[in-house]
């Protein structure tokens, strides 16, 4: 790969380093990126399923994730890691991305990781042709098309060291520091930089000089190479190798720092873990020299290095290899923005016609879409198109769940609160409040059962066991007036359609084992409507191809009990207007089906 990022480039953000990740974005923005450069992070100890960010003016979601594989799996396209773990993580993070593939970049801003570790990390990398930056980096930026974290600092820096467009010079420094200060000089001399790398400081980096200046040389916007070595190791020699074999035609300017180290009687060590000479040929000034012999650019001193800089710039200007580059259009980042109280991402009614995950109301509304009530389920509440079968499904539970006569708890409620004089809402949701663990709300609490002794490979009577243990009637098993004798028959066409139109049902199957079980003690002990609904749909969804965390997710929240709510809420509304049109009188209950065994009350 000649560039190292290009506009679409994505990245997984290892810890949810909100100021870092801003950053990313709102130089994301000001460049006018389409897609943010971030497409997930990894928090391992998040509770929460997103980040807000600002976008602009704007706020959009990026979502966590709790572990790397997570990440990349909802996210294949995103082939670079930012692996900002500290120095105690940041090996894992980086060996399990090695090992699982996908990512072309793995940056790694942590120091200090055991230089043993370090070497073999990056061994493992070069093996698998993965371009490891750092570790002790601030990273690299491909100007006009992806920066990483803080390189290159706040926006107006960005602007005026020209890092929001690519310029042509290749960039390769050690230092972070050093790395905003030269693209600086280079923007001030020249028109600034194609592709920078800061390597980091450590003894033991991934990519090293070399690697860095071979993809420069492969790509066509970088014109030029600036080094910007330091005291310490033999990296530049390999520099000098490629010049001298012809590896590396473009021009390279270069300097090693350190040069003050000869004015010291020993050994000098600087800041960066690697920069100490541990022998002549390592120190700064042997460097500059061997580098200047081979025919690159070396200034006299530091300070004379944007004169270098200019001279060469002039001269591949003046012969034409590089031309006037025109400033791109940019977006301004506002200076104050407002954070969003409410998120919201099933239905949008900003425009003309509102739309139910992307989709106008006119295109599921009327019978020659082809839409039915499982359509606008599937779009509303799961922001998915569902074939056919299962918003067929969907719609035979609403169907078969949306009343079952004035006896049942929450009719009863429902009818008694009507006939109190109350409104169809009011008497509606006394009805509803009735629907939980024992009435119609036992659909999740099935599901999360069978679920488990499905997971964990119980035999039904392990399952009895265990349900015994936990001391709670099993969820969706066992009825008031059906049995195998009266069976309900709404469970018998629910067990059709699944039967003619799901791929496969193991965990009815599971569950239908189960109810030989229980029915051997008692007949009314039958998988009940309940149960075979949420069961069903556990089938369903794995048919469909959700993940089992996905499924989990969909239990504990309720979303089972919710399609008896919308179904049964039919048949509440429909008891609500019976009383209403039959006016009927408030409801009394006669006091002799009434056991009264009230004793007076003892003086304490
Ligand atoms: N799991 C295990 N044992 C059960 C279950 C169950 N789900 N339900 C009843 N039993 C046992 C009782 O513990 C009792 O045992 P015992 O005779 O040794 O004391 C025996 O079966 C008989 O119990 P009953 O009290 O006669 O059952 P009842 O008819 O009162 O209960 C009910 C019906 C409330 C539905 C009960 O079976 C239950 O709680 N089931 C789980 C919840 C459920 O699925 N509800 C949804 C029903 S469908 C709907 O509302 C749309
Ligand atoms: C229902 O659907 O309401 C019933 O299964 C409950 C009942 O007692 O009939």
Request: charge should be neutral; aromatic fraction near 8%; include cysteine.
């Amino acid at each position: 790969m000649a560039q190292l990022f290009t506009r679409d480039t994505q990245a997984i953000f290892w810890n949810n380093n909100i100021s870092a990740i801003q950053r990313m974005l709102d130089y994301d923005y000001t460049i006018k990126r389409e897609k943010p450069s971030i497409a997930a992070i990894v928090a391992p100890t998040a509770e929460s399923k997103f980040q807000k960010f600002f976008w602009g003016g704007d706020e959009i979601m990026i979502n966590l994730y709790k572990t790397t594989s997570e990440a990349k799996k909802a996210h294949p396209n995103a082939d670079v890691l930012l692996n900002f773990g500290s120095f105690r993580t940041a090996y894992d993070v980086t060996m399990e991305a090695l090992d699982m593939g996908g990512f072309t970049t793995i940056m790694i801003t942590a120091e200090g990781i055991p230089e043993r570790l370090a070497r073999k990390m990056n061994a493992v990398a070069r093996e698998k042709n993965v371009t490891v930056i750092g570790p002790a980096t601030v990273g690299a930026i491909s100007p006009g098309a992806f920066k990483i974290a803080n390189i290159g600092g706040t926006i107006e820096n960005i602007i005026n060291s020209k890092l929001h467009r690519a310029g042509s010079c290749g960039l390769v420094t050690r230092s972070g520091g050093l790395f905003n200060e030269l693209s600086n000089i280079i923007a001030i001399n020249a028109d600034g930089i194609a592709e920078g790398v800061a390597i980091g400081g450590d003894r033991f980096v991934g990519s090293v000089f070399i690697d860095n200046l071979l993809r420069m040389q492969d790509n066509p916007e970088v014109k030029y190479m600036l080094l910007l070595g330091e005291v310490g190791g033999t990296e530049e020699y390999k520099v000098i190798d490629a010049v001298k074999s012809g590896k590396i035609t473009k021009p390279i300017i270069a300097w090693c720092i350190g040069t003050i180290a000869k004015h010291y009687s020993s050994g000098v060590q600087f800041g960066h873990a690697g920069a100490s000479a541990n022998a002549d040929r390592e120190t700064a000034e042997a460097k500059n020299k061997a580098m200047s012999e081979a025919g690159i650019y070396v200034p006299s001193s530091f300070n004379d290095l944007p004169t270098k800089i200019s001279e060469v710039y002039n001269k591949l200007k003046a012969d034409g290899i590089i031309s006037e580059i025109p400033e791109p259009a940019m977006n301004t980042v506002p200076k104050t923005r407002r954070s969003k109280q409410f998120i919201c991402t099933i239905s949008d009614d900003r425009g003309d016609e509102a739309t139910y995950a992307g989709f106008p109301i006119s295109s599921v509304a009327t019978p020659d879409t082809g839409k039915g009530i499982g359509d606008v389920i599937s779009l509303l509440w799961f922001k998915k198109q569902y074939p056919k079968w299962a918003t067929q499904f969907i719609e035979t539970v609403i169907k078969t769940v949306a009343d079952h006569g004035p006896a049942v708890s929450g009719a009863h409620n429902a009818k008694v609160t009507a006939r109190a004089g109350k409104s169809v809402v009011e008497s509606l949701v006394t009805g509803l409040l009735t629907i939980g663990p024992r009435f119609g709300g036992a659909i999740d609490g099935a599901a999360e059962h069978f679920k488990y002794a499905d997971d964990n490979k119980l035999t039904p009577v392990e399952f009895l066991n265990h349900m015994k243990k936990l001391g709670i009637p099993i969820p969706g098993i066992g009825h008031r007036i059906k049995s195998l004798r009266n069976p309900d028959l709404r469970v018998v066409g629910l067990k059709k359609f699944a039967a003619e139109h799901f791929p496969s049902t193991p965990l009815l199957d599971y569950a239908l084992s189960v109810e030989q079980l229980t029915t051997s003690k008692k007949d009314n002990l039958i998988l009940n409507v309940d149960g075979t609904i949420g069961i069903l749909m556990v089938d369903m969804w794995r048919a469909l191809g959700y993940s089992e965390i996905e499924i989990d997710e969909f239990i504990s929240s309720g979303t089972l009990n919710a399609f008896f709510i919308a179904g049964r809420t039919i048949g509440f509304i429909g008891h609500v207007l019976d009383e209403k049109r039959l006016a009927m009188p408030m409801y009394r209950h006669p006091m002799d089906d009434i056991l009264y065994q009230v004793d007076m009350a003892e003086e304490i």
